[in-house]
Nanobody, 116 residues
Framework: QVQLVESGGGLVQPGGSLRLSCVAS????????MAWYRQAPGKQRELVAS???????KYADSVKGRFTISRDNAKNTVSLHMNSLNAEDTAVYYC??????????WGQGTQVTVSS
C-alpha cells in the first residue's frame, strides 16, 4: 500500500507561482511512476504531468513551459512547480502513484485557486 499526502495548494494571483509537494509512504518509491492530476468543477480529472521511475517526464499541452514536475527519491517526494498561473489552472490537484504491480494510488487532493 502506498499513502500519498499533498501540500502546497492555496490562493494565488494570476501570473503567480506555487509549488505542490506530495510525500509518499509505503511501497518502494523509486519504483513508482508518479503523476499530478487535476479536476476543476464540472470537469473530468485530467493528467497534468507525470514522471516515471526513470525520470522521463510528460506534460499536458496546457501546462508545457509553465509547470515542472520533479522527484526526490531520497525524500519520497514528487513536486510540481507551477509558474504563470491563470484562472484555468484553478482545480483540485491530486498526486498519483502507480507501483511496480501497476496498482494505482491517490492522495486526498489540494486546492489551487488562481484569482485576483
Amino acid at each position: 500500500q502506498v499513502q500519498l499526502v499533498e501540500s502546497g495548494g492555496g490562493l494565488v494571483q494570476p501570473g503567480g507561482s506555487l509549488r505542490l509537494s506530495c510525500v509518499a509512504s509505503g511501497g518502494v518509491f523509486e519504483r513508482n511512476d508518479m503523476a499530478w492530476y487535476r479536476q476543476a468543477p464540472g470537469k473530468q480529472r485530467e493528467l497534468v504531468a507525470s514522471i516515471s521511475m526513470t525520470t522521463r517526464t510528460k506534460y499536458a499541452d496546457s501546462v508545457k513551459g509553465r509547470f515542472t514536475i520533479s522527484r526526490d527519491n531520497a525524500k519520497n517526494t514528487v513536486s510540481l512547480h507551477m509558474n504563470s498561473l491563470n484562472a484555468e489552472d484553478t482545480a483540485v490537484y491530486y498526486c498519483n502513484a502507480r507501483d511496480f504491480f501497476n496498482s494505482e494510488y491517490w492522495g486526498q487532493g489540494t486546492q489551487v485557486t488562481v484569482s485576483s
